[in-house]
């Protein structure tokens, strides 16, 4: 588990802890790298048993929005920042303020979007405070919500995976277990149900499948029983660290491919389920729609821009399966080797926001 040593030994830029009394905001932000552009990652509300849980979640999941970006080929660092304190009752406008006042004083190093507990109605009060923000409202001028365009990039990643692993240019007929009926997992739900897919689901918030009780082709399952499914495909759309010793024995799919964040407790877990022979989608470039989205605020949104980028990510996917198969490496590797190749080609340029001290974001309309 992390401590404040594990901080001074990882290879992050800066860490910043925030603390205000006023408003009961205890919060980090953490800047894992700024080589290709400001550090960019979603705000993550959740209750933490202990600020070293929350520390090596923040550390562990702004590092992999750094590769996240890098894979996606954006002009974007990675970043990410918690807020220790429960969504379902801690929420408030002073909350969301005070954190929207801590990213401004960040001056454009890091901006901030939606994660886990979080939506685009606390986007708005950060707003209020600091220009440093994406997935602000439609009618702010942003793209709001980014978990449709999140699970649109990952049912395009999983086309590439099925092509590759099953033969198939077709997802009709195919069975897929998703963990966690959240943002990100009710899209993909009624997308995988639209490609006449056989899905089951599970949520630790047994209400949030409650409306799948009577649908067909949909079955919910109890939260413990979605590594037993025998599926074509499991889907993490939940938390991270769902893919470690103790499920890698259970798993019966032949394709791991989510949402979730950091999926492999350990890059060790990668390696047993390429040896195997289950093929896995790398959670930062099959989750990257969501992020792809938000970005094209800085230069103004647009919607047939997204679709067009979001497509792209069937294309990095089927060139990280392709590698894995030619050079029989783990996929997780050949990501991660995809990532730090672009990052050492072209960090030395000046792109676009590099040197600038704030992203402008053309057609968004500032209310104060
Ligand atoms: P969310 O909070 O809306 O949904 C997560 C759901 O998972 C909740 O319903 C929660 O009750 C459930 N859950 C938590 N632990 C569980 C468990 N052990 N078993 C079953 N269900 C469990 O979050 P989200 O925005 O849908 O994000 C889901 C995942 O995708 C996260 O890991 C997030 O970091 C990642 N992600 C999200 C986006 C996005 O656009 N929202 C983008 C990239 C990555």
Redesign the pocket.
């Known amino acids: 588990m992390a401590s404040i040593e594990t901080v001074f030994k990882s290879d992050h830029e800066e860490v910043v802890f925030f603390n205000d009394q006023n408003s009961g905001l205890k919060s980090i932000i953490a800047i894992h790298n700024t080589r290709l552009g400001p550090a960019l990652g979603?705000l993550?509300m959740w209750k933490y048993d202990s600020v070293d849980h929350a520390i090596d979640d923040v550390l562990r999941?702004s590092r992999g929005m750094t590769y996240k970006a890098a894979v996606a080929g954006l002009n974007l660092g990675g970043g990410k920042a918690v807020i220790i304190a429960d969504p379902k009752t801690d929420k408030s406008e002073a909350l969301f303020r005070t954190f929207g006042s801590f990213v401004d004083s960040l001056n454009g190093r890091y901006i901030t979007a939606?994660?886990?507990?979080t939506d685009v109605n606390d986007m708005e009060f950060i707003f209020m405070e600091t220009s440093n923000v994406v997935g602000v409202a439609k009618t702010h001028g942003g793209s709001g919500d980014?978990?449709p365009?999140?699970a649109r990039g990952v049912l395009e990643g999983i086309r590439a995976c099925v092509e590759v692993k099953l033969g198939k240019d077709s997802l009709k007929g195919l069975s897929v277990a998703v963990?966690?009926?959240?943002?990100?997992?009710r899209e993909l739900i009624e997308l995988f149900l639209d490609s006449e897919m056989r899905v089951f689901v599970?949520?630790?918030?047994r209400s949030?499948c409650d409306q799948y009780q009577n649908r067909p082709n949909i079955s919910v399952v109890a939260?413990d029983e979605?590594y037993d499914a025998d599926v074509d495909i499991f889907c993490p759309?939940?938390?991270?660290a769902?893919i470690n010793e103790k499920t890698l024995a259970r798993l019966r799919c032949k394709i791991v491919a989510g949402?979730?964040?950091n999926q492999l407790a350990t890059p060790e877990c990668g390696d047993v389920l390429y040896a195997k022979k289950i093929l896995y989608a790398p959670d930062y470039a099959i989750?990257a729609?969501?992020?792809m989205n938000v970005s094209i605020e800085f230069e103004g949104y647009d919607e047939l821009r997204a679709n067009r980028m979001i497509r792209n990510i069937y294309y990095a996917i089927k060139t990280i399966l392709h590698d894995s198969q030619k050079e029989n490496l783990p996929e997780y590797r050949c990501a991660d080797r995809v990532a730090e190749k672009r990052m050492a080609a072209i960090s030395h340029l000046r792109g676009r926001y590099l040197g600038k001290t704030q992203p402008t974001f053309p057609g968004r309309i500032v209310k104060r």
């Open positions: 979603g993550r999941l939606e994660d886990v507990g980014p978990s365009w999140t963990q966690g009926a959240g943002n990100v997992g599970c949520d630790i918030d949030r939260t979605i759309a939940a938390l991270g769902v949402s979730a964040n989750n729609g969501g992020l």
